[in-house]
């Protein structure tokens, strides 16, 4: 009795094996057009390390012209037009009775990651200079905020497996998907394609979410305005693959207030029975309809009277 359970446990296993080799084959080299590009923002915003500066030997005296300098990074292998960023300082740094200067720019074209030689190029955004005009009794300690907002479509590039067989299906959100962004989508699980009367159609979902620390705001011409701590945050999202696809809601997303993330179902319709396989087709999804306003890492300058 031993002896034929023991055969048996090695022959499933054997078979087990066989059925993951098969699931494996649907996704060899199978691969993100992003792979390799790492990190939740699409643009990075950092103030130079020399405007302002932040060593405490080396204050600034009242009346004193404070340069102000960020940088702005693409992360993205995109070009973002002139136009679609916008940076303000806030805070103190932008209230007349501390400073005044402050001022909000649009920042130029921000030209695209270079894969070749895995470097952004930063472009220099010039927020001052400021002029401290407050009363100071000593030697004081002054953050220096700001805000960024940019609008740009996250392109995300997916899978889909217009197969009949669950076991057929491989991964649909490979490593790389998503290009550098706050808000991406986290997973698509698809169905097997459901033949009825000569036709097949499927059904798959898609999670996007927001993993960034910033918002997400209506447009550009909604950056920097006050919003409560419970605003609902609205996107939307196209789907295009080999055949037609429809998205719930005509693919407005309202995302979740507590968790920043929704789950829209999408229909793919017109699939041909006949050309069905395991082989994975491309499958695009495009985020737009929103614009996203994110903080930029304070700095600490020191004055004197």
Known sequence: MFKHTKSSLILLSIVLLIIAGCQGETVTNVSGPYKGLTGTKMIEAVFASDAPI?????????????D?????????????????VRVRLTGDSAIPNFFSGAK????????????EINQATPEEIDLGPLYYIGDLPAKTSKKITGQYCYQYPVKVKGFLYYTDKPLEIGTTLPTGSNPPSS????????QAVDVRDGQGKLRFRVTVKNVGT???VPSMAECFTYRGKRETEFLSIVASG??????????LIRL??????????????????SNLGSEPSELSLTLIGFAYE????PASIWLEP
């Open 54 to 66: 932040t060593l405490e030997n080396d204050p600034y005296i009242k009346g004193d012209a404070i």
């Open 68 to 84: 102000i300098i960020v940088e702005l990074s693409n992360k993205h292998t995109e070009d973002i037009a002139q136009g679609n």
């Open 104 to 115: 909000e720019v649009i920042a130029p074209t921000l030209i695209g990651f270079d894969t």
């Open 183 to 190: 808000v991406v989508v986290t997973s698509v699980d698809q």
């Open 214 to 216: 910033g918002n997400l």
């Open 242 to 251: 080999a055949y037609p696809i429809t998205c719930d809601n005509g693919g």
């Open 256 to 273: 979740n207030k507590d968790t920043s993330e929704k789950i829209v179902s999408c229909e793919v319709t017109g699939i041909n029975p």
């Open 294 to 297: 994110d903080e930029i890492l």
